[in-house]
C-alpha cells in the first residue's frame, strides 16, 4: 500500500478557526497568488493553468486551461461562474472549501477572471448551505472592503465584481448549462447542447466559464509554485491532488486531500490515514468510485487507480471525488432503489425518457422492494433502463480521454437521465440473485 | 430575372447546399437547415411533439431521435436539433432508431390517460397515430398514472386537461416567444411538472387558441369547439380569414353543414399558421340564431319590418332607388359599405353603383380609415418588407388591438430579427414596449411631430416639445433611427376622435423628405383594401385608377359613369343628415355604431330619403331601413380577398347561408335586374375574369394563378411576375395533420417579399394621356407588361397639409379613442364566446390628471364635450400622457361616437365627479 | 405578510443592482420572500413578478421548480433527514423514523403546534458524516437519535435559537459591497489590464 507523501495543497487550512476571515488568510500566505499574478499578464496566467493541466473537479474532468481556452476571441462581456451546488449524493467535498477555506476560493476565481478577461464573477452556493453562504459572505465582505474585490483591485486597475448567488434545492442545478439557466432566474433546465456550449454561449448568452469550487480552489497554489510544479504530481495523465469524500462502511470515513493516479482505491480503503479499513472488518460488497451517477464497481476493481482513465476503461467515472463503500450487510436492492429515487426525484422534467421512465423504473423497483415484484420485472427495468440510456452494460468509455463517452449512451440532454439507470444496471447485473429473493420470498436477507 | 443573375444565383445555390445520406439515399439540404425539417422535404417525416418551425427548439420530447452519423460513428440524436452537415448519414429506420422511439412512445404513454374517445383530438392525434401506426399491443406500466383535476379553464376560451400533456412546452413557448404573453408556465418539476397559470391571472392573451391548434395532444381545448365534433365528420376548405385586414391563410372546417372551426394555415408571407382569437373563433357568429335568413320590408306608413320575399323585397328596394333617382338625381343616391365582403362583391356593388344607380357616393370606410387615394396611392410595402426594414415607423393605431396577428409578425421582427420600431402615438399601445423610441404627442398634433423628425434644416431646439409632449432630446435620437437604413412606415388613425387629415399630412411630410418610405396600411376592416381596389370610394374605379383617368378605358364595359366625384362617408352622411340624400345603401354598414359621431349618423340615418340595408343581422341601423336583404356571410361564400398588403387570396364556401340569404354580389346583380339593368356576371368566377381584365392593378392575378400553389400564398396585386408554370392546386392534405400547423411544401417568400417591396407602378407617362380601349383578349393568358390602354395605377402625391396644430385648450383635455380587439362589432357580439371578452368602455387618465378631482381608479366620471356627455368609469392610466385621456371605440353602450363632433379637428372634453370612490388599490393608482 | 415590506424592496432593489439582468435577481428575492414570511405566498410572488418586470406566472415556475421554497406555511424549524444512499447505510431510514415517532408527525408534514415540519431529503452533502439531517439548513452531523431527542426539546424550548434561526434565514450576513468598490458588471465587459484605467 503506497500512500503519496505529497503535501495536501487546498486542505491545509481545513483545522484553521479563522481562515474565513480575511485577517486568518493573510496569515497564512492569503492573495499572495493574487498580487502575482495581476504582475503577469492574462496569458502568462493561463499558460501557467494549462500547463498544470488540471482536470475539473465538478465531475466531466475536462482540464479547465483547455477550457478557457474556448472562450471565442474578442467577444465580451464573458462571465465566469463558480458551481457551488454541489449535490451529487456521497459528494461533500465543496462544501469544506467553502466553509472553512473561502478566500482560497475567491482568490482562485479572482485570478481564473484576470486570466479570462472576464466582466463579473457569480459563487452559486447550493441552497441548503447556510454555513457556507454566511462564510463566504463574510468572506467576501472582507475582501471588498480590503480591496480584494471590486473596483480597482490591489491598485492594479482591474476591476472584478464578484456577486454570491444561493441556490434554492434542485441537483440538476449542478449541470452547467442548467446552473446558467438558474442564474437567469429560469427553472433550472439544462439548455440543449448543441449549440449552446456554455463557453461559446452562456450566461445571457455571452461567452461563459463554469468551473467548479474545487479546480479553483487549486488556482492559487498553481500560481504560486507554477503549473509544471503542480503537474509533477501525480502521473502523467492524472496530474496533482483531488480531494476524495469517503462514506460508508469504513472506519474512517473522511474528505481526504490525494495524490492522482498513484493512489488506488484499496489505499483510500485501507490505508490508515484515510478509510481505515473496512468497518467491523466487514466484506467489501460494492463501492461507486464517482457519486451516485457512477456505475458501481465490485471488490476485484480496489486496485484501479484514482485515474479517469483506467476507471472509464472499466465502465465507470471518477465523476465528482465521492466514493461510497457498500459492505456485505448492504441490500443491493434498497441501496440502488435509494439512488433510482434520488434521480426520479430530481430529474428536471425536460426529456420524456429521464421524467418518465425515471419515475418508472422508481415505482418498479419500490414495488420490488415492497414484496410485489415478478420476475419479469428485471428484464422490464433493464428494458426500460435501455430506452433511457442504450446499450450495454458495463460500458467501457472508447478512451479514457473522451470527456463524454462517445457514441453518446443517452436518449435524453444531459447525464441525469442515463445515470438513473447505473444503479440498476449496477445492481441487477452483479446482485440479480438478491432481487430474485425479494421477487420470491417478498423480503430480503439484509434485514 | 436577367440570364445572368440566375446562373449566379445557381452557382451560389450549388455552393451552398450540403449533401446527407437519409436512410441510404443523397438528399440535398441547405446548409443550417435541421434533420428533420430536411428529411421531412423529402418525404420522410420524423415523428416529433415539441418541434415547431415557428418556434426555438426545444429537443425535448426525443420523439425525433434517430441514429446520425456525423463521421464518428452512429449514435442517436434528435433530429429536431441537429443541423444537417457534409456528409452526415441519417438512418431513421434503423433498429436502434425504432427502439428509441418505441421507447419514447411508450413513456408517453404510461402516463396518457385512455380516454381518446371523449377527447377532441381523437382521430387527429399524432400520439395517438403513433400509437397505432408503431405503439406496442399492451402497456408493460401496471403502476397507478398520475393525476390531475380533468379540465380546468386557463381563460376563457382555453381549458386545460393536465392529464393528457406531454409536456412538448409548444404552448408556453408560443405564449412567451410568439405572442408575448407569458401567462403559462411549467411548474412544478421532473415527474410532477404541469402546465398552469398563476392563480387568478388566467392566460388572458389575444392569441390563445393557438395553443389549442399546436398542441400535438388534447391537452389544450378550445371552449367553442370542445365536444362539438369529431375529425372524422370534419370537412374542410382553405380559405382566408377576413375577421380583420391580416388576411390570414386558414382552414375552415364544418360538421353537419356548422362552421366548427378555423384553423391556422402556415404561411410564410402572412399568417405563419397563427390566428388571433377573433379570427379564430368568431364562427360563432355565423351560426348565429340572429342571422337574418330572409328578406325584411316596412310597408309604406308601417312601424315594423316584415318578412318578405326576395321579389317583393327586391322590388321595393328597386322602387325605392328609382324614385329617388328620378325625383333627386342620382348624386342624391349613397352607398356606404362593402368592406366586409369579398372583392367580388366589392367590385359588384361598385359596378352597381357607378352604372345602373348612377352614383359616385359609395365609401366602403365608415369615415374612421384612411382617404381611399392614399391608401392605394401611397407606395405600398409588404408585411415581409416591414419586418425586414431597418426601421419600422408605427402611425397609427395600435396593432396588437387591431391588426393582432401583423403584431406577431413585427413583435418576432423586433425580438428576434433585431429590427428597430419607432413608435408615434398618443396613447401607450400594445407595440410602446418593443419600441426603440416611442413619441406621444398631443391629439392633432402629429404633423408637427413628424416635420421635427425628418426635417434635419429644422434643428429642434431644447426647449421644444414638436407635437406637444415628446422631448427635443427625445425627438433627436427617434429622428436618427429614422436614417439608419430601410424605413416602412405602418400608416393608421391612431384616434377616431380626430380627423385622418393629420395622419395624412404626416405621411405626406414623411415621403417629401424620405421618399424611399413605403407604407402598410393599418385598416382593420376585413376586406377593406379589396373595397377600395374595387372602387368603393369616391372619385376611384376598380383597379387602383381615378375616376377620370378611368372613364375611357371602363366606359366601353361599363358604359355610362358619373361625371363627377361623389361624397365619401363623411360626406355622405353629412348630406343625409341635412336632407339630401335621396337613397342611402347600407352595404353590410352600421353608421350608427361605426362612424366617429354619433348624433350626425343618427340624424343621416332619420334624413335619409328611401334606406337599403344589405345585411347579415338586424343592427342598430339596418333596423332603421325601409328594405333589408339578408346577406351570406365568411364561410357561406367563395371568392377573393385582399389583405392590407394588397395580397389577393381566396375564401371557399364551406357552408350554406341561413334561409335564403345570399352573397352581396348576388344581391347586386338581382337588383341591377329589378333596376332594368344586367351587371354582366352570374358566377363569382366570372366576376373574378372581368376584375382581372379590367383593374389595372389586378393584371396577370388569373384565377387560374390563384388557384395554384403560388395563389395559396395569396398574390401581391400589382406585383406582376413572370408567368410560372403551376402545380396543380395545393390541397389541405399539405397541411400536416389539421391539428397541428399547416406546414406547406412550398415557400417562396423571397420572390415576393423582394418584388413586392415600393410596389407603388410607377406610373408610365404617356398613359394617362393616351387612353385606349381596352384589349379585347383580356388579361386571361397571365397577364405580363403593360396592355395598351390601361390606365396606370394611382400614385398618390402629398398635398398641401392642413394648416398648424389645433389651438390649445388649457382647461380641457383631448380625447384619444380607438379600437380593441374585442368590442361591439357585429361578429363579436354575436359570438357567445367573444362578447364578453369586451373590456367596455372605461376612461383612461393620467393619475396626475385625475388627483385634482379627488378620485381615482373606479370613480364614475360625467365626460362633457360639445358634441355630447356620458358617464364612465375612470382608470388611472400613466399610459395616458396628462392632457389626454383615452377611450377604447365602440364598446357596447355609451362612448366615444358620443363625445365626437367630425368637423372639429380634436374633441376636447372635460371630467366632473358624480361619485366618491372606493379606496383605490392596485397598480394603476399608485404609479 | 405577503408583500414584500418597505425594507425588503429596498434591498430587492440593491440585490437587483448586482445582476446585468433584473431576472437574474428572481431566487435570491424569492428567499428574501421565504425571510420574511417564512414560505413564499402568492401575494409575495406577484409583488416580486412586479418588481422584476415579469408575469406572476414566471415567478412561479421558477419557484416551483426550487424544492426549498414552500408555497404552503411551513414550521418554525424545518427538519431535514437525509436518507440517501451514505445515509442509508449508515442508519438514515432509521433517524427519519425516530424523527417521525419523536415529533408524531410522517415525513412532509408539519406538527400541530406548527413548531416542526419534518422532511425526507435528498443528500445534504455531508455523508461523510452520516448520519447527519439540518435544522432550516443548518448541519447537525454524525448525529444520535438520544441527540436529536435533546435537539428538538432545544428548539421547542428556544434554547437554539442563537445556532438555528426561523425559517427562511439562511445567512445572518449578508454581502454587502461598498457604494465606491462596486465597479458596476465589468462596466462595457472589456476587460482592462493592471495600470490601464478605464
Ligand atoms: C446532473 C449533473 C449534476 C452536476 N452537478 C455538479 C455539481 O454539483 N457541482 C459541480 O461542480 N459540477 C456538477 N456537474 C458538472 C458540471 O456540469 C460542470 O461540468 C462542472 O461544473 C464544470 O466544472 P469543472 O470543469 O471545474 O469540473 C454536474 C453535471 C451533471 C450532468
Ligand atoms: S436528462 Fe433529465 S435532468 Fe437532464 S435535461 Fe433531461 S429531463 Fe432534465
Ligand atoms: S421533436 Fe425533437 S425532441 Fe421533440
Redesign the pocket.
Known amino acids: 500500500m503506497a500512500v503519496s507523501d505529497a503535501a495536501p495543497i487546498i486542505s491545509t487550512r481545513f483545522d484553521q478557526t479563522d481562515a474565513h476571515t480575511l485577517d486568518g488568510y493573510l496569515r497564512t500566505g492569503g492573495y499572495a497568488a493574487l498580487r502575482k499574478a495581476l504582475a503577469m499578464t492574462p496569458d502568462q496566467v493561463l499558460e501557467e493553468v494549462k500547463a498544470a493541466n488540471l482536470a475539473g473537479r465538478g465531475g466531466a474532468g475536462f482540464p479547465a486551461g483547455a477550457k478557457w481556452g474556448f472562450l471565442p476571441e474578442d467577444v465580451f462581456p464573458r462571465y465566469f461562474v463558480v458551481n457551488g451546488d454541489e449535490s451529487e449524493p456521497g459528494t461533500c467535498k465543496d462544501r469544506p472549501l467553502m466553509e472553512r477555506d473561502p478566500h482560497q476560493l475567491i482568490e482562485g476565481l479572482l485570478i481564473s477572471c484576470y486570466a479570462v478577461g472576464a466582466a463579473q464573477a457569480f459563487i452559486y452556493v447550493r441552497g441548503e448551505m447556510a454555513l457556507a453562504q454566511e462564510r463566504l459572505a463574510i468572506a467576501l465582505n472582507g475582501a471588498y472592503a480590503a480591496g480584494y474585490v471590486g473596483k480597482d483591485i490591489l491598485g492594479s486597475g482591474w476591476s472584478l465584481d464578484v456577486v454570491l448567488h444561493w441556490g434554492a434545492g434542485a441537483y440538476i442545478v449542478g449541470e452547467e448549462t442548467a446552473l446558467i439557466e438558474s442564474l437567469e432566474g429560469q427553472r433550472g433546465m439544462p439548455r440543449l447542447k448543441p449549440p449552446y456550449f456554455p463557453a461559446a454561449k452562456g450566461l445571457y448568452m455571452q461567452p461563459t466559464v463554469v468551473n467548479n469550487v474545487e479546480t479553483l480552489s487549486y488556482i492559487p497554489w498553481v500560481l504560486q509554485h507554477g503549473g509544471e510544479a503542480y503537474a509533477a504530481i501525480g502521473t502523467e495523465k492524472a496530474t496533482g491532488l483531488r480531494l476524495f469524500a469517503l462514506s460508508g462502511h469504513v472506519r474512517r470515513p473522511g474528505v481526504y486531500e490525494v495524490e492522482m493516479g498513484t493512489t488506488t482505491f484499496r489505499d483510500l480503503v485501507e490505508a490508515p490515514v484515510y478509510g481505515g479499513g473496512m468497518r467491523h472488518g466487514n466484506a467489501l460488497k460494492a463501492f461507486i468510485p464517482g457519486g451516485a451517477s457512477a456505475p458501481w464497481l465490485y471488490p476485484e476493481q480496489l486496485d484501479l487507480g484514482l485515474d479517469a482513465g483506467p476507471v472509464g476503461a472499466a465502465g465507470s467515472m471518477l465523476g465528482s471525488g465521492a466514493v461510497v463503500i457498500m459492505d456485505e450487510t448492504t441490500c443491493a436492492v434498497r441501496a440502488a432503489w435509494r439512488l433510482v429515487r434520488f434521480f426520479a426525484h430530481e430529474s428536471c422534467g425536460k426529456c420524456t425518457p429521464c421524467r418518465e421512465g425515471g419515475a418508472w423504473l422508481e415505482k418498479i423497483m419500490r414495488r420490488i422492494l415492497d414484496g410485489y415484484g415478478r420476475e419479469e420485472d428485471l428484464d422490464l427495468l433493464l428494458d426500460v433502463g435501455d430506452n433511457i440510456s442504450p446499450g450495454p452494460f458495463p460500458h467501457p468509455a472508447s478512451d479514457g480521454e473522451d470527456a463524454v463517452p462517445f457514441p453518446f449512451k443517452q436518449t435524453t440532454i444531459c447525464p441525469l437521465g442515463p445515470s438513473t439507470v447505473s444503479p440498476v444496471y449496477s445492481s441487477i447485473w452483479r446482485f440479480r440473485d438478491e432481487y430474485l429473493v425479494h421477487i420470491k420470498e417478498g423480503g430480503c436477507h439484509h434485514g | 430575372m436577367a440570364e445572368a443573375d440566375q446562373k449566379e444565383k445557381e452557382e451560389e445555390k450549388e455552393k451552398t447546399t450540403v449533401t446527407v445520406t437519409l436512410d441510404g439515399q443523397d438528399i440535398e439540404a441547405e446548409p443550417g437547415e435541421l434533420v428533420?425539417a430536411a428529411a421531412e422535404r423529402h418525404g420522410t417525416y420524423i415523428p416529433?411533439?415539441?418541434?415547431h418551425p415557428r418556434m426555438r427548439e426545444?429537443?425535448?420530447?426525443?420523439?425525433?431521435i434517430v441514429e446520425i452519423d456525423s463521421g464518428r460513428g452512429p449514435a442517436l440524436q434528435?433530429?429536431?436539433?441537429a443541423p444537417v452537415a457534409d456528409g452526415m448519414k441519417v438512418d431513421t429506420e434503423s433498429a436502434r432508431t425504432k427502439k428509441a422511439q418505441d421507447g419514447v412512445l411508450e413513456f408517453l404513454l404510461i402516463n396518457h390517460p385512455l380516454d381518446c374517445p371523449v377527447c377532441d383530438k381523437g382521430g387527429e392525434c399524432p400520439l395517438q397515430d403513433q400509437t397505432l401506426a408503431f405503439g406496442p399491443g399492451e402497456s408493460r406500466f401496471v403502476e397507478e398514472k398520475r393525476h390531475f383535476e380533468k379540465p380546468i379553464p386557463i381563460s376563457d376560451l382555453v381549458y386545460l386537461d393536465r392529464e393528457r400533456c406531454v409536456l412538448?412546452d409548444r404552448c408556453t413557448r408560443f405564449a412567451d416567444e410568439v405572442a408575448g404573453d407569458p401567462l403559462i408556465s411549467f411548474i412544478d418539476r421532473g415527474n410532477h411538472t404541469q402546465v398552469n397559470t398563476f392563480p387568478d391571472d388566467p392566460f388572458a392573451s389575444y392569441f390563445s387558441g393557438n395553443t389549442v391548434q399546436i398542441c400535438p395532444v388534447g391537452a389544450l381545448l378550445a371552449r367553442p369547439y370542445r365536444f362539438r365534433a369529431r375529425p372524422w365528420d370534419l370537412d374542410q376548405v382553405e380559405s382566408t380569414c377576413t375577421a380583420c385586414s391580416v388576411g390570414c391563410r386558414i382552414a375552415v372546417q364544418s360538421s353537419s353543414n356548422r362552421l366548427v372551426r378555423k384553423l391556422g394555415v402556415d404561411v410564410d408571407p402572412v399568417n405563419w399558421g397563427w390566428l388571433c382569437d377573433k379570427g379564430r373563433f368568431d364562427f360563432e357568429a355565423v351560426g348565429s340564431d340572429d342571422r337574418l335568413g330572409a328578406p325584411l320590408v316596412r310597408a309604406p306608413g308601417a312601424e315594423d319590418l316584415a318578412e318578405a320575399s326576395w321579389s317583393q323585397a327586391l322590388a321595393a328596394a328597386a322602387e325605392g332607388i328609382t324614385r329617388a333617382r328620378i325625383r333627386r338625381g342620382p348624386e342624391s343616391i349613397a352607398v356606404l359599405g362593402g368592406a366586409r365582403g369579398t372583392n367580388e362583391d366589392a367590385y359588384a356593388w361598385s359596378k352597381l353603383a357607378r352604372t345602373l344607380l348612377g352614383t359616385d357616393s359609395v365609401d366602403a370606410q365608415m369615415g374612421d380609415g384612411l382617404p381611399a387615394e392614399a391608401v392605394v396611392g401611397l407606395p405600398r410595402a409588404t408585411i415581409d418588407a416591414a419586418c425586414a426594414a431597418d426601421t419600422i415607423l408605427l402611425l397609427g393605431p395600435d396593432v396588437k388591438e387591431e391588426l393582432p396577428v401583423l403584431y406577431l409578425r413585427l413583435r418576432e421582427a423586433v425580438v428576434e430579427r433585431g429590427a428597430t420600431l419607432v413608435e408615434l402615438s398618443p396613447v401607450e399601445t400594445g407595440m410602446t414596449r418593443y419600441a426603440e423610441a416611442s413619441l406621444r404627442y398631443r391629439p392633432g398634433e402629429v404633423t408637427e411631430l413628424v416635420r421635427a423628425l425628418v426635417d434635419e434644416s429644422a434643428a429642434v431646439g431644447d426647449s421644444e416639445r414638436p407635437g406637444g409632449l415628446a422631448p427635443a432630446s427625445a425627438v433627436r435620437e427617434a429622428a436618427a433611427l429614422l436614417r439608419r437604413g430601410s424605413l416602412v412606415c405602418l400608416l393608421g388613425r391612431p384616434s377616431l376622435a380626430e380627423p385622418a387629415q393629420p395622419v395624412v399630412d404626416a405621411a405626406g411630410v414623411l415621403l417629401d423628405a424620405l421618399p424611399e418610405t413605403t407604407f402598410l396600411p393599418v385598416l382593420r376592416r376585413g376586406n377593406v383594401a379589396g373595397a377600395l381596389d374595387m372602387g368603393l370610394a369616391p372619385g376611384l374605379l376598380p383597379g387602383r385608377i381615378g375616376l377620370d383617368q378611368g372613364r375611357p378605358w371602363l366606359a366601353r364595359e361599363w358604359e355610362a359613369l358619373p361625371g363627377g366625384r361623389g361624397l365619401d362617408a363623411q360626406g355622405i352622411i353629412t348630406a343625409a343628415a341635412e336632407g339630401r340624400v335621396g337613397c342611402l345603401v347600407l352595404v353590410g354598414a352600421d353608421p350608427l355604431a361605426d362612424f366617429p359621431d354619433r348624433e350626425l349618423a343618427r340624424r343621416a340615418l332619420a334624413g335619409a330619403g328611401f334606406v337599403l340595408a344589405v345585411d347579415c343581422f338586424l343592427t342598430d341601423s339596418s333596423r332603421r331601413a325601409d328594405v333589408v336583404l339578408p346577406a351570406a356571410a365568411f364561410g357561406e361564400k367563395s371568392g377573393t380577398t385582399t389583405n392590407i398588403e394588397g395580397r389577393v387570396s381566396r375564401l371557399h364556401q364551406k357552408v350554406t347561408a341561413p334561409g335564403t340569404a345570399r352573397a352581396d354580389w348576388m344581391i347586386a346583380a338581382e337588383l341591377a335586374f329589378h333596376l332594368g339593368g344586367d351587371l354582366g356576371f352570374d358566377s363569382v368566377d366570372t366576376i373574378w375574369d372581368e376584375i382581372e381584365r379590367l383593374a389595372p392593378s389586378h393584371q396577370g392575378l388569373t384565377r387560374a394563378r390563384l388557384a395554384s400553389p403560388e395563389g395559396f400564398d395569396g398574390i401581391v396585386a400589382g406585383t406582376v411576375h413572370d408567368a410560372e408554370t403551376h402545380g396543380g392546386p395545393p390541397s389541405m392534405a399539405q397541411t400536416d395533420s389539421p391539428g397541428i400547423q399547416g406546414a406547406l411544401a412550398h415557400t417562396k417568400v423571397d420572390t415576393l417579399a423582394s418584388s413586392a417591396m415600393g410596389t407603388a407602378d410607377k406610373p408610365d407617362p404617356s398613359s394617362g394621356l393616351a387612353m385606349q380601349p381596352p384589349d379585347p383578349s383580356g388579361g386571361g393568358g397571365g397577364g405580363t407588361g403593360t396592355v395598351a390602354g390601361r390606365p396606370a395605377v394611382l400614385r398618390w402625391t402629398p398635398g398641401p397639409s392642413a394648416g398648424g396644430p389645433p389651438p390649445l385648450d388649457r382647461y380641457s383635455l383631448r380625447l384619444v379613442t380607438s379600437r380593441r380587439l374585442y368590442d361591439d362589432g357585429t361578429f363579436v357580439h354575436h359570438s357567445p364566446s367573444l362578447a364578453p371578452l369586451a373590456p367596455g368602455a372605461r376612461l383612461g387618465v393620467n393619475p396626475a390628471d385625475l388627483a385634482p378631482l379627488g378620485v381615482g381608479t373606479g370613480a364614475r366620471v360625467q365626460v362633457t364635450s360639445g358634441r355630447g356627455r356620458v358617464v364612465l368609469e375612470a382608470v388611472a392610466d400613466p399610459g395616458v400622457p396628462q392632457g389626454s385621456v383615452a377611450l377604447a371605440w365602440n364598446q357596447p353602450g355609451p362612448g366615444a361616437a358620443d363625445l365626437i363632433d367630425v368637423t372639429l379637428a380634436v374633441t376636447e372634453v372635460r371630467l366632473e365627479t358624480l361619485s366618491v370612490p372606493a379606496p383605490t388599490s392596485g397598480r394603476g393608482s399608485d404609479a | 405578510m405577503g408583500r414584500l415590506t418597505s425594507e425588503n424592496v429596498e434591498l430587492a432593489r440593491e440585490i437587483i443592482d448586482r445582476y446585468p439582468r433584473s431576472r437574474s435577481a428572481l431566487i435570491p428575492l424569492l428567499h428574501v420572500a421565504q425571510e420574511q414570511d417564512g414560505w413564499v405566498s402568492t401575494e409575495a410572488m406577484s409583488h416580486i413578478a412586479e418588481l422584476l418586470g415579469l408575469t406572476p406566472v414566471e415567478v412561479l415556475g421558477t419557484a416551483s421548480f426550487y424544492g426549498m421554497f414552500k408555497r404552503e406555511p411551513v414550521g418554525r424549524y424545518v427538519v431535514s433527514v437525509c436518507t440517501n444512499i451514505s445515509c442509508l447505510l449508515l442508519g438514515g431510514e432509521e433517524l427519519l423514523e425516530h424523527c417521525e415517532a419523536r415529533l408524531g408527525v410522517k415525513a412532509g408534514a408539519t406538527t400541530p403546534d406548527g413548531v416542526f415540519t419534518l422532511e425526507d431529503v435528498e443528500c445534504i452533502a455531508a455523508c461523510t458524516d452520516a448520519p447527519c439531517l439540518q435544522v432550516n439548513y443548518r448541519f447537525f452531523l454524525n448525529i444520535t437519535h438520544d441527540e436529536v431527542d435533546r435537539l428538538l426539546d432545544d428548539l421547542r424550548a428556544g434554547r437554539r435559537d442563537e445556532e438555528v434561526p426561523p425559517h427562511g434565514t439562511l445567512t445572518r450576513v449578508r454581502p454587502r459591497v461598498p457604494a465606491e468598490r462596486w465597479s458596476g458588471h465589468g462596466a462595457e465587459g472589456l476587460p482592462v489590464l493592471p495600470g490601464q484605467s478605464r
Open positions: 428533420i416529433r411533439f415539441c418541434y426545444v429537443g425535448m420530447c426525443r420523439m425525433c434528435p433530429a429536431c436539433m412538448c
